[in-house]
């Protein structure tokens, strides 16, 4: 009731009107400090020492694991950078493919053509698929001696039989490609519910000057379409710096670690070789590694939306 | 000595002039029993702990079902908190682990004979798997094991007519069953070994198929790890082994290159190869498909041993707080000893578990069953347990043996290469658990 009180009045009550909004955010606050700042300072106590929970002794270490992250001599340095470097490489090259497969799905259904709820439906269903299922489902496809990619290579073409799954590098294909397939739906809509907001006179004016096609994209629908695309972009940047389970189900990580993603291995570190403390400090590296990317993209975002204004 | 212990025992249990060391008679207790069996192996649990409650009327155990891996991750905290269940099944991958780390207590040698636990009922290798430093910790409940399926259709075909149980006899059984895609038997001229049509075993890529490397180096001799657990396995018998499985493929063309576990199963059910082998947990599946096939131990690939890779599931009792009463002690291993009877033992086969003892083996019930092909050397199967750093030795090794088999490395190289990382890892580890 006292948030409509107009500014003038008793100080008394400015008083009361300035507690509202922190009650409002009391709820918040608590499960933000019990579910996210302790476990983060928790976590960053635990990469601190050498920690196990049953241990007698949890000696202080200082930045030892931190240390060993940055020692070329010890495999958490070896896995851990080649796991950051996979997970980058995967990050450089599927986000342009999401985002441009996306874009053309989206103008292709967007159009009245026949079927185009169908289509829709065809292309944003997977999402619907967890992980694990996705996974098998490419895990078979590609498989060396039994995959349809590899039947068709041989039956249809005439072609060598290739083994995806033990090659390196070879390996990121099925990867990939069962990620396009598993997350295009929802770029697809984001980009279809945008190109619903672009006023239609804007493109009917652009025929009156003579505009074809690909003038009309690139000059009315693409800078149209910046804040939604700045959007998808952002997310699915995170989203593949997330890799997991693609790669754990279709590759396990393999051959030869080839494809094994940050996250992977500091689970392995964490849950198959117990050790809580180096896999702490590994996730607080990931993490700031993450953090440098999101504020270099809030800036560009900053700058986008200055430029728009 | 051990009977002043057991009076001791009894009488902190206060219990007084009793001589029935096999039941418990002390006050009524009930006790918390965490396991892992949560697939078509619950409800035989649930019928085999509701048959416990209902002869035990003074011990009332309530059992939790949950995943492996969240029990993994629970127990440390559990029993730093001092609020641990009084029986976890604990499986051979992490056994060693828990233990080293102080989350489960031993079973002193006057408990087991207390409670009537004799390790004698068990095949030995499979009790051992919970032995720690000299002390038992645990007591095995379930096993699973690799084995070697065989299409007794295929053999016939190409005039196998005895399951190989000897290198010489499988590497001939198997080239016997190669075939390439234009009718080419393997050393004819003009033999493809890149398109097979039928062949003679599966050797596969991921952690499975390292377990016949496994066997292969038990098998000469060979071990994971030497005596002060260090990774070992690219000893000159390990070695000897790999390759010669290696060479099944390189030299022989008698198993196909670069296949992986799906895609071999697929071929073993519809007929193209002779020799599968892989876990036993196959074996309903081809029940299923009224295959004509039979199952047998992993024929003898090294000059020492009969040996195979085994999986199993132990019940443990894990560290207590201080004044944890000891009469659910006595009740905890008065199940344990209950669970792990012969009758009980042989309900819980009905999970898909193998027996864990011979008198359950010999059981009328197995005749003529597939299964039953393996049980003469049920003895002769080993767990990847004994030492704390699991996953610091199991990952290299698994990923040594696909080097190796894909031919990306030499076997020597792939093995001292998986050798050497395991080992940068367990020097890391011990400290964490000293």
């Not at chain 1, 754990?248 to 051959?255: A, E, F, H, N, R």
């Not at chain 2, 070994?193 to 490397?213: E, F, I, Q």
């Not at chain 2, 070695?239 to 296949?259: I, M, T, Y």
Request: positive net charge; proline residues 5%.
């Amino acid at each position: 009731m006292s948030l409509s009180v107009p500014r003038p009045a008793a100080p008394r009550a400015r008083g009361r009107q300035s507690l509202v909004p922190y009650l409002y955010l009391l709820p918040f606050m608590l499960l933000f400090l019990v579910f996210v700042v302790y476990p983060v300072g928790y976590g960053f106590f635990v990469s601190l020492h050498r920690w196990d929970l049953l241990a007698e002794t949890r000696p202080f270490v200082g930045l030892e694991y931190y240390r060993n992250l940055f020692d070329a001599s010890t495999p958490q340095s070896q896995f851990f950078w080649n796991a950051m470097k996979n997970t980058a490489f995967f990050t450089v090259v599927s986000v342009p493919l999401l985002v441009a497969t996306a874009l053309g799905l989206a103008l292709l259904l967007y159009r009245p053509i026949a079927g185009r709820a169908f289509f829709r439906a065809v292309f944003f269903l997977p999402g619907v698929l967890t992980v694990s299922v996705m996974g098998i489902l490419w895990r078979w496809m590609f498989d060396n001696q039994i995959g349809l990619v590899n039947a068709v290579r041989t039956d249809l073409l005439g072609l060598q039989p290739v083994p995806y799954l033990s090659s390196e590098g070879l390996a990121w294909i099925p990867v990939i490609v069962g990620t396009l397939w598993w997350t295009i739906g929802f770029n697809m809509t984001l980009y279809l519910a945008a190109l619903g907001n672009i006023s239609q006179s804007l493109y009917e004016a652009a025929e009156i000057d003579g505009a074809t096609a690909w003038p009309k994209f690139r000059f009315i629908t693409w800078p149209l379409l910046g804040p939604v695309t700045l959007f998808v972009f952002v997310t699915t940047v995170l989203a593949s710096f997330q890799l997991f389970g693609q790669t754990l189900v279709i590759t396990s990580g393999g051959p030869n670690r080839t494809t094994q993603s940050a996250i992977q291995y500091i689970t392995e570190e964490a849950f198959s070789n117990n050790q809580f403390s180096s896999a702490s400090a590994m996730a607080f590296m990931f993490g700031l590694a993450m953090l440098i990317f999101t504020f270099l993209q809030f800036r560009i975002m900053a700058r986008d939306a200055r430029g728009e204004s | 000595m051990k009977t002043a212990k057991l009076t001791v025992l009894l009488l902190a249990a206060g219990l007084v002039g009793t001589t029935a060391a096999q039941s418990y008679k002390g006050p009524k207790v009930a006790l918390t029993y965490l396991h892992g069996f949560t697939g078509a192996d619950r409800p035989v649990m649930e019928k085999l702990i509701a048959q416990f409650n209902a002869t035990h009327p003074n011990i009332q155990v309530k059992a939790q079902a949950q995943p492996w891996g969240t029990t993994w991750q629970q127990l440390p905290s559990l029993v730093a908190s001092g609020r641990a269940p009084d029986v976890v099944v604990i499986n051979e991958d992490q056994i060693t682990n828990f233990i080293a780390r102080g989350a489960v207590s031993p079973l002193t040698d006057a408990e087991l004979k207390a409670s009537g636990i004799s390790k004698a009922r068990f095949y030995g290798p499979l009790f051992k798997t919970a032995d720690y430093e000299g002390k038992s910790y645990g007591v095995p409940i379930s096993s699973v094991a690799y084995v070697m399926f065989y299409n007794k259709e295929l053999m016939k075909k190409a005039g196998v007519t005895k399951v190989p149980t000897t290198r010489a006899e499988f590497l001939a059984a198997a080239q016997a069953c190669t075939t390439d895609k234009s009718g080419k038997k393997a050393g004819q001229a003009g033999f493809d070994p890149k398109n097979l049509d039928t062949w003679g075993v599966s050797l596969y890529n991921n952690w499975v198929g390292a377990r016949m490397a496994y066997a292969a180096i038990l098998q000469n001799g060979g071990s994971l790890v030497d005596k002060q657990l260090n990774a070992n396995f690219n000893s000159p018998q390990a070695v000897e082994a790999v390759q010669f499985l290696v060479d099944l493929v390189q030299k022989h063309g008698v198993a196909r290159p670069n296949s992986t576990e799906e895609a071999e199963l697929a071929a073993f059910s519809q007929g193209k190869v002779c020799f599968f082998p892989s876990g036993q947990w196959y074996l309903d599946r081809f029940e299923q498909q009224k295959m004509d096939f039979g199952v047998a131990f992993v024929p003898r690939i090294g000059s020492k041993q009969d040996a195979a890779w085994g999986g199993s599931s132990h019940l443990t009792l894990p560290k207590q707080r201080a004044g944890y009463d000891a009469n659910k002690r006595l009740a905890a291993l008065e199940f344990v000893n209950w669970m792990t009877q012969p009758a009980q033992n042989l309900s819980w086969t009905e999970a898909g578990s193998l027996p864990v003892m011979p008198a359950v083996a010999r059981d009328k019930k197995f005749e003529g069953r597939p299964i039953s092909g393996v049980f003469a050397k049920l003895s002769g199967i080993y767990a990847t347990s004994g030492f704390p750093w699991g996953g610091q030795v199991l990952g290299p090794f698994d990923n040594a043996w696909a080097n190796a088999y894909s031919g990306k490395m030499s076997v020597k190289q792939a093995l001292d290469g998986g050798v050497s990382e395991a080992n940068k890892q367990i020097e890391q580890a011990r400290k964490t658990f000293q």
